[in-house]
């Protein structure tokens, strides 16, 4: 039987079509597009021969590495990681970039927050579609008690909440940044003090009614206390651009077939 998806060759090195498609499961894509998983896995596979020929033709050696305790590269992997140190030399990144970098928008540089909110909760778990479908009725009703009365908060949450801090009004004390979940959190940044959020919360805990009572915005931080880490992102930007490059030289240099990089290579 004709396989549905070819076998790849790079410089004449087979790639059977049955390697990729186990290797695709390793690559996310719509569930009515699997084509694209296995295009992934393809472009990634013959990416990763092209640097292993290259570890060759170099005559590298290459020592396998502890990446996890107890655990070592296999010697293909120990092989790319050799190649790409011997070949990508990354555009050196200096405190000019630095600055022109946090020069853009020095607003993004703040010290935490602090919050001062209050809640009520409807917990529900996130797989319990039927209690998540209640606890937002439940919430959306509870809100549009407190916005027209915003004084009776602290009486619906002790009737209401499912959270211990029902007995203090729903209060929650200071908070700082980072100290929240994801979902929470993106509300706390919106409020303003005296604020009740217009819309239920749903997190990993369930629906919750947020109410800012005070708050404190970081200070933006001067350059000289971010340029390290601006360094290290502007460094992994360089490094990764400087991989690009070097991949893309080598499948526009490779006689490959079965799969189309659509970079101008020689690919079938």
């Not at 540089?109 to 439940?138: C, G, K, M, T, Y």
């Not at 930007?237 to 101008?264: C, H, M, P, Y």
Request: proline share 7%.
């Amino acid at each position: 039987m004709t396989p549905l998806m070819p076998d790849v060759t790079v410089n004449g090195e087979t790639i059977p079509s049955a390697a990729i498609a186990a290797e695709a499961q390793n690559h996310n894509a719509p569930q009515d597009k699997p084509g694209w998983a296995w295009k992934a896995a393809a472009r990634a596979m013959a990416i990763r021969a092209l640097l292993l020929q290259e570890g060759k033709r170099l005559g590298l050696e290459a020592e396998a590495q502890e990446i996890a305790p107890g655990k070592l590269e296999t010697d293909d992997e120990a092989m790319v990681r050799s190649v790409l140190e011997a070949l990508i030399e990354p555009a050196q990144v200096t405190e000019a970039h630095c600055r022109a970098f946090y020069d853009r928008a020095p607003e993004s540089f703040r010290a935490p927050s602090l919050f001062q909110p209050a809640h009520i909760l409807f917990a529900a778990r996130p797989e319990d579609a039927e209690a998540r479908a209640v606890a937002l009725q439940n919430a959306q009703k509870a809100l549009e008690e407190v916005t027209r009365n915003p004084k009776s908060f602290a009486k619906v949450a002790k009737a209401q909440s499912d959270c211990p801090s029902k007995d203090n009004g729903g209060m929650l004390g200071q908070i700082g940044s980072g100290d929240t979940v994801p979902e929470f959190e993106a509300v706390l940044d919106i409020l303003a003090a005296g604020e009740i959020h217009p819309e239920p919360v749903e997190t990993r805990f369930g629906v919750h009614i947020i109410r800012m009572d005070e708050k404190a915005e970081g200070a933006i931080l001067p350059f000289e206390a971010v340029e390290p880490q601006i360094r290290e992102k502007l460094e992994q930007v360089a490094w990764a651009k400087a991989a690009q490059k070097l991949t893309r030289d080598l499948v526009e240099n490779a006689e490959i077939s079965g799969i189309d990089f659509a970079t101008g290579n020689k690919a079938a």
